[in-house]
Structure formats: structure tokens, C-alpha cells
């Protein structure tokens, strides 16, 4: 095994065959059942090196990065200049290009002031999909229950069978029409509980430009993490 990196194995007894690879903080988390040996976790290893690999140049990309505080930050797919300023309690004011996080902290590398913002982009999000799905309802004439806004890890939204739309806050980052697309994309699975061919053309029917929407998060996705 030529890959070098730190590696937690859990065992666990509940476990019959599956076995999960993931990428945590920069190391490598596997769980295995119970009984399996160290050699059948070296081959594993082996079989997964090429993920493992990608994961960690992935990683190694992540960290040669200034934090989010020092970079440009998107809000409706516009770069805002961030500002920092002291103040009794925490809020967040976007003005034009220039968004200002207020609170009684040192600068935004305290972690108290990417708190204030994720509340605060949380929010935007929930405002801003409860008026774009009511839109987007009415004119593809389909009914749904509720819009929550979750912290999802990999996903950018998702429909359940009773019409419950799960959207992920990180896509008030992104630009209207990506916004759009997975909200249309969502509202589609009202039509169709499916990815089938009948699901997609409605999803082009309705969001034409849905695959320039779906080539942006693939592209720019990840950068929403911060
Ligand atoms: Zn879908």
C-alpha cells in the first residue's frame, strides 16, 4: 500500500459485510465487521487507492487555500468583499459588494463570526426557496408540504414522497439560475418519483438550462464549503 496517511479502523460488530471508506479531517476512516483482518483491510485499501488518492489531493487543495475569511465571498452568485466589525452582538449586513459581519469577537477567523454567518445565510436560504418553490409550484401546477433548509453534506436538495423539499443553505451562494435548476428539479419528482427519461423532460421543459446549472456545481459545488 503506497498510500501514506493517518487511518482510523472501527470495528463494529453490527457490521455483516459493508464496508465504508471516508475522508475526515484528513485521515482515513474505515469500518469493517468485527472479525476482518488487517490483511483484508490492506487490500481494500489497495482496491480504493485511486478514491483515496483524490481524496487527499482534494484535501491538499483545500488547505493551500487562504481561509474563507480572506477570499471573496458569494452570496446569489455575486463575490461580496468581507468586513468585519466590532460590535455588542453578532449580525450580518449586506450592502451592495460589501458584506459586514458585526460582533464582540477579535476579527472573522473567530469561529463565533462564520457561526453568525451560516445562521444568517440559513435564513437567506429559507427566505429565498419558500418565494422561488412557490414560484416554480405554480407554474408547473404541482402541490408540496413543507421547504426546509438542511446541512446537507453532499447533496444540493431533495424531495421526499410526501412532497417534503429538503434544500441545502449553501446554494444561496450560488448564482439564480443554479438556485432554480435544483428547485425545478425538486418540484419535478412531484411529477415523477424518479430519475426515468419522463422525470428529465420535464425537468428540460420546464429549466432548459439545466444543464449549464448542473456543469456549474459540478465545476464550482465545492467551493460553497467553507
Ligand atoms: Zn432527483
Redesign the pocket.
Known amino acids: 500500500m503506497t498510500v501514506s496517511i493517518p487511518i482510523e479502523i472501527i470495528r463494529s460488530p453490527r457490521r455483516r459485510k459493508t464496508v465504508t471508506l471516508e475522508f475526515v479531517d484528513g485521515h482515513l476512516r474505515v469500518r469493517v465487521p468485527v472479525h476482518t483482518t488487517d490483511a483484508t483491510i490492506q487490500r481494500i485499501l489497495k482496491q480504493h487507492q485511486r478514491q483515496i488518492e483524490q481524496w487527499q489531493a482534494r484535501d491538499r487543495e483545500r488547505q493551500a487555500q487562504p481561509p474563507w475569511y480572506q477570499r471573496p465571498f458569494p452570496v446569489f452568485g455575486i463575490d461580496r468583499k468581507l468586513c468585519f466589525e466590532p460590535g455588542r452582538s453578532w449580525s450580518v449586513a449586506l450592502q451592495g459588494d460589501c458584506m459586514t459581519i458585526t460582533g464582540p469577537g477579535q476579527s472573522l477567523a473567530d469561529p463565533a463570526a462564520r457561526h453568525a454567518l451560516v445562521s444568517w445565510l440559513r435564513q437567506l436560504a429559507q427566505d429565498d426557496l419558500t418565494t422561488r418553490v412557490a414560484a416554480w409550484a405554480n407554474r408547473i401546477q404541482v402541490t408540496y408540504h413543507a421547504v426546509r433548509i438542511r446541512d446537507q453534506k453532499s447533496r444540493w436538495g431533495s424531495?421526499s414522497s410526501k412532497g417534503s423539499l429538503n434544500f441545502n443553505w449553501r446554494l444561496v451562494m450560488a448564482p439564480p439560475f443554479v438556485i432554480d435548476s435544483v428547485v425545478v428539479?425538486?418540484l419535478c419528482?412531484r411529477l415523477e418519483m424518479n430519475?426515468s427519461r419522463a422525470f428529465w423532460q420535464h425537468v428540460y421543459r420546464f429549466f432548459p438550462e439545466t444543464q449549464n446549472a448542473r456543469e456549474w456545481l459540478k465545476k464550482h459545488g465545492q467551493n460553497l464549503y467553507f
Open positions: 424531495c428539479h425538486e419528482h430519475h
